[in-house]
T-cell receptor, first 115, second 116 residues
Framework: AQKVTQAQTEISVVEKEDVTLDCVYE???????LFWYKQPPSGELVFLIR??????QNEISGRYSWNFQKSTSSFNFTITASQVVDSAVYFC????????????FGQGTTLQVKP | EAQVTQNPRYLITVTGKKLTVTCSQN?????MSWYRQDPGLGLRQIYY???????DKGDVPEGYKVSRKEKRNFPLILESPSPNQTSLYFC???????????????FGPGTRLTVL
């Protein structure tokens, strides 16, 4: 069975601190896909990044970076120099390959960035 | 503008009163899906559709129905709502061709449903 675990329910930091959101996944598939979504207080879901299981390159996009490690089944997300606008719920999700693959979401991590 | 729309955005109803939440996308996507979001559980898939007239159950289909008569629309039907269906509902769509399930899913704005 596929599963995504985000063990950190809530994280609170002060602005400009770095913060890492953990994501651990379980799957028996050799080909699978990982995603991160952001849900700001307004409620919509915003796509951040995707990774396939054959691409372990880390990704950096501005203040955001992602560390994908198959050896530990983790796909962690780091925000550098956090800002108040980063306050949101962040979801990690897993999908199997194939056209019918659904997204399996983690429980979500609520990040609060205080000024 | 490419988007997924849902209506209504907020709904308060009573147990047993049939309701429909509409979902429409303008991106010509084949795949559409419904999720519910509950605290501590993340989002869970209710139903999905690969194309017109092709639908299948997700992880939590009990108490829900869907239909896909047109490519752009994928309504969620609660024939007899119960309080345990109080939740935040999201509709999503993505292409099937090309990258398949590696394609990004586009989500609607959500529908907050309360069943009293």
């Amino acid at each position: 069975a596929q599963k995504v675990t985000q063990a950190q329910t809530e994280i609170s930091v002060v602005e400009k601190e770095d913060v890492t959101l953990d994501c651990v996944y379980e799957t028996r598939d050799t080909t699978y896909y990982l995603f991160w979504y952001k849900q700001p207080p307004s409620g919509e879901l915003v796509f951040l990044i995707r990774r396939n299981s054959f691409d372990e390159q880390n990704e950096i996009s501005g203040r955001y970076s992602w560390n994908f490690q198959k050896s530990t089944s983790s796909f962690n997300f780091t925000i550098t120099a956090s800002q108040v606008v980063d306050s949101a719920v962040y979801f990690c999700a897993l999908s199997s390959s194939g056209n019918t693959g659904k997204l399996i979401f983690g429980q979500g991590t609520t990040l609060q960035v205080k000024p | 503008e490419a988007q997924v729309t849902q209506n209504p955005r907020y709904l308060i109803t009573v147990t047993g009163k049939k309701l429909t939440v509409t979902c429409s996308q303008n991106m010509n996507h084949e795949y559409m899906s419904w999720y519910r979001q509950d605290p501590g559980l993340g989002l869970r898939q209710i139903y999905y559709s690969m194309n017109v007239e092709v639908t299948d159950k997700g992880d939590v289909p009990e108490g829900y129905k869907v239909s896909r008569k047109e490519k752009r629309n994928f309504p969620l039907i609660l024939e007899s709502p119960s309080p345990n269906q109080t939740s935040l509902y999201f509709c999503a769509s993505r292409p099937v061709q090309g990258l398949g399930s590696y394609n990004e899913q586009f989500f609607g704005p959500g529908t907050r449903l309360t069943v009293l």
